[in-house]
């Protein structure tokens, strides 16, 4: 499948695109070759996000701990390397660190260090993904009025479950990245996607009148 092509930054909408940016950011799949999607993106959308990436690379990291391959790569290849390298990135991680109180099966109560997720990293990231995959399969820029909700998921969702399984399914990086979605035929800014990443880290994103919803 060719990528559409695009003048206009696919990303803002507004900015002459030049230079490509992938989606989902390249540094998530460390190590994996396979299919990158790629879309046409200005250098201020592009050059100003890796910060954005690489902080969100290690919470990614830490989450989906070491399961599969692909993600043993993103640790030891990406996250661990600049988790050594930038001490701001370490101060942002250990500044999020809390004690929890857990219930431990023996109904003792004890105490373990967690981490508060970042929700507006997500946010800013997981929008231009799905802007970016918007446009690799419509070929229109999905307008910058249109909002779009990121919603992190706990667990794995039921990907056999008939609303799921209805969506239109994609794989990128060996199978590292996975994404399902569905557009709203009668308007097609109205969008739901599903994004699977290291097949244990899940999110939704929904555009449209569906993000005002839960906005
Ligand atoms: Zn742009």
């Given at each position: 499948m060719q990528p559409p092509k695009s003048e206009i930054c696919v990303i803002c909408g507004s900015n002459p695109a030049t230079t490509y940016e992938h989606v989902p950011p390249r540094g998530f799949f460390k190590g994996l070759s396979g299919q990158f999607r790629t879309v046409p993106a200005c250098s201020s959308c592009n050059n100003g996000v890796s910060k954005d990436d690489e902080e969100l690379r290690l919470y990614i990291s830490t989450q989906v701990g070491k399961q599969t391959e692909g993600a043993?790569?993103?640790?030891?290849?990406?996250?661990?390397?600049?988790?050594?390298?930038?001490?701001?990135?370490?101060?942002?991680?250990?500044?999020?660190?809390?004690?929890?109180p857990v219930?431990?099966?023996?109904?003792?109560?004890?105490?373990?260090?967690?981490?508060?997720?970042?929700?507006a990293l997500y946010q800013r990231v997981f929008e231009r993904v799905t802007r970016g995959l918007f446009f690799w399969h419509t070929g229109?820029?999905?307008?910058?009025?249109?909002?779009?909700?990121?919603?992190?998921?706990?667990g794995t969702p039921d990907l056999d479950s008939p609303d799921l399984k209805s969506l239109e399914a994609y794989t990128v990086a060996e199978g590292a990245f996975e994404y399902r979605f569905s557009i709203d035929p009668e308007n097609k800014c109205n969008t739901v996607w599903l994004f699977g990443v290291h097949q244990a880290h899940w999110l939704y994103a929904t555009t449209g009148v569906l993000a005002d919803e839960v906005l």
């Open positions: 043993k790569f993103l640790w030891e290849k990406g996250a661990h390397k600049s988790v050594l390298r930038s001490t701001q990135l370490r101060s942002n991680f250990m500044s999020t660190l809390c004690e929890v219930v431990l099966p023996s109904g003792e109560v004890a105490s373990r260090l967690a981490f508060l997720v970042p929700v229109s820029i999905l307008p910058r009025d249109t909002s779009v909700n990121i919603q992190l998921l706990v």
